[in-house]
């Protein structure tokens, strides 16, 4: 099956499996490595990316479900430098395997998309993406102190 989409805002056309998933064609077709494999069953947010802008786990969305429409990983993120949001993530230092680290950046995207000023509690109910590390109350600081910047203006 041929499927056009654009990826990261270029126009892309994959020659693939209906049911493969985005997450396999991210990662060995047009090597966007960044969105990782972590369970394969959508449960820990790993392979988060935006789909028509909406935050969605790649191992669960089948190829045929993103004809023509966008998606965005994590190197697509940020084109000029870094967003104040992974600004935010290095000046916590959320970090420590880094594993998750992509998917739980674009969870965090989407919410401050929807939610610019989001309560500690907001973030605990909309972030479901699991860190090995447990780093946790940096991901919350981290999210708090981005959202306050963009909501000053700030910019990348």
Same mark, same amino acid.
Request: glycine share 8%.
């Given at each position: 099956?041929?499927?056009?989409?654009?990826?990261?805002?270029?126009?892309?056309?994959?020659?693939?499996?209906?049911?493969?998933?985005?997450?396999?064609?991210?990662?060995?077709?047009?090597?966007?490595?960044?969105?990782?494999?972590?369970?394969? #069953?959508?449960?820990?947010?790993?392979?988060?990316? %935006? =789909?028509?802008?909406? *935050?969605?786990? /790649?191992? &669960?969305? $089948?190829?045929?479900?993103?004809?023509?429409?966008?998606?965005?990983? #994590?190197?697509?993120?940020?084109?000029?430098?870094? %967003? =104040?949001?992974?600004? *935010?993530?290095? /000046?916590? &230092?959320? $970090?420590?395997?880094?594993?998750?680290?992509?998917?739980?950046?674009?969870?965090?995207?989407?919410?401050?998309?929807?939610?610019?000023?989001?309560?500690? *509690?907001?973030?605990?109910?909309?972030?479901?993406?699991?860190?090995?590390?447990?780093?946790?109350?940096?991901?919350?600081?981290?999210?708090?102190?981005?959202?306050?910047?963009?909501?000053?203006?700030?910019?990348?």
């Amino acid at each position: 099956m041929t499927t056009s989409l654009k990826v990261n805002g270029k126009a892309v056309t994959i020659d693939a499996p209906a049911e493969m998933p985005l997450l396999w064609v991210l990662r060995e077709q047009l090597g966007l490595t960044g969105t990782k494999y972590g369970c394969g #069953i959508g449960a820990c947010g790993a392979c988060t990316v %935006h =789909l028509d802008g909406t *935050a969605m786990r /790649a191992c &669960q969305i $089948p190829l045929e479900m993103t004809a023509d429409k966008d998606v965005l990983t #994590i190197e697509g993120y940020s084109t000029n430098g870094l %967003h =104040l949001l992974q600004q *935010a993530w290095i /000046a916590h &230092q959320v $970090p420590q395997c880094g594993y998750c680290q992509s998917g739980m950046i674009m969870a965090a995207a989407d919410l401050l998309k929807r939610n610019p000023a989001p309560s500690d *509690a907001d973030i605990r109910q909309a972030i479901t993406n699991l860190c090995r590390c447990g780093t946790y109350e940096r991901i919350i600081a981290a999210i708090l102190d981005a959202a306050a910047q963009m909501r000053n203006g700030q910019s990348a």
